[in-house]
């Protein structure tokens, strides 16, 4: 039987498309982006509330975030992947019809960060991995790369491509792609993996995050009151509470009207714990 949560608004703020959220331990602090905002934010979390405590505003889009174990801020803009304190860019990736999407740290402590087609064009994008000066290609063929998660041994990654709807896994780091499963009901987004091993996806357009085995075995639906759920971690000095971000893009007035909580933070219990962040280290 497939279990069922609600997940409840966190805060008051709305995001035009807030994503990424990432857990820093050693701050016990919550961070996470608005692309279109430009801004990466910083806060506090408990089951019923994300409190903004810090915020960092860029020119451009602020794509993704990942933090160093000394509190350092890497972050993704539309073209480059920049340190936040020096605003000194680590890579330049930029092509004029693309920008830089989803990131995350590998439990190696080196950033993953892919990239989304600005136009109809698919099968063009990349998956890189930032090697100290190299970067290394590990996709190319994407359309928009999106979540990426580890399994808990650190052997699989978890990536999507969200126009054709894909879950991918491969043994981690050079192992093959093979394709997982498929969501077709609304948009696969970002996703974070349980200490059991477990997916947690967010379904763009659909108001709700699936739980599904590595098999691709529905095991959970979260739904949440906005319809544009975009990504989500656990959070919490016991990592299990289950930040989700969503999203207004894309949604008119009356859509708002009917959903007036999107574009804010979500929390949910859903019984279970994450997986402890990887620090990126420089």
């Keep these: ?33 608005d692309i279109l905002g430009g801004t990466v ?8 509330h994300i409190a903004v405590t810090e915020t960092w505003e ?8 990942a ?35 989803d990131g995350a740290v590998d439990p190696q402590g080196r950033f993953v960060v892919g990239s989304m087609a600005l136009d109809d064009t698919q099968g063009t994008q990349k998956l890189v991995r930032l090697d100290g000066n190299a970067v290394t290609v590990l996709d190319d063929d994407l359309t928009l790369s999106n979540g990426l ?23 981690y780091p050079d192992g093959v792609r093979r394709k997982l499963f498929g969501i077709s009901d609304g948009l696969p987004d970002g996703l974070c993996v349980d200490a059991i091993g477990n ?27 906005a319809p544009q759920p975009t990504s989500c971690a656990f959070a919490g000095p016991d990592l299990d509470i289950l930040v989700i971000t969503t999203a207004t893009q894309d949604l008119g007035p009356a859509d708002l009207t009917r959903h007036p909580a999107s574009g804010r933070l979500f929390t949910a219990d859903v019984g279970v714990k994450g997986l402890r962040t990887p620090y990126w280290i420089p």
């Design 1 to 33: 039987m497939t279990a069922r949560f609600v997940a409840r608004p966190a805060g008051d703020q709305a995001y035009a498309l807030g994503e990424g959220p990432v857990w820093d331990a050693e701050r016990q602090r919550l961070l996470w982006v």
């Design 67 to 101: 933090v160093s174990e000394t509190g350092d801020l890497l972050v993704a803009t539309r073209d480059d992947v920049i340190r936040a304190d020096s605003r000194t860019a680590v890579a330049r990736l930029g092509r004029p019809e693309s920008r830089l999407n």
């Design 58 to 65: 860029f020119d451009d889009l602020a794509c993704a975030v």
């Design 199 to 225: 997916l947690w996806i967010a379904v763009w357009g659909r108001g709700r995050l699936e739980c599904r085995s590595p098999a691709g075995d529905l095991l959970a639906v979260v739904e949440v009151a």
């Design 149 to 171: 998660a580890w399994s808990p041994d650190g052997r699989t990654l978890y990536s999507i491509d969200s126009i054709p709807g894909v879950i991918y896994g491969r043994d």
């Design 41 to 48: 934010h910083a806060g506090t979390v408990t089951p019923e």
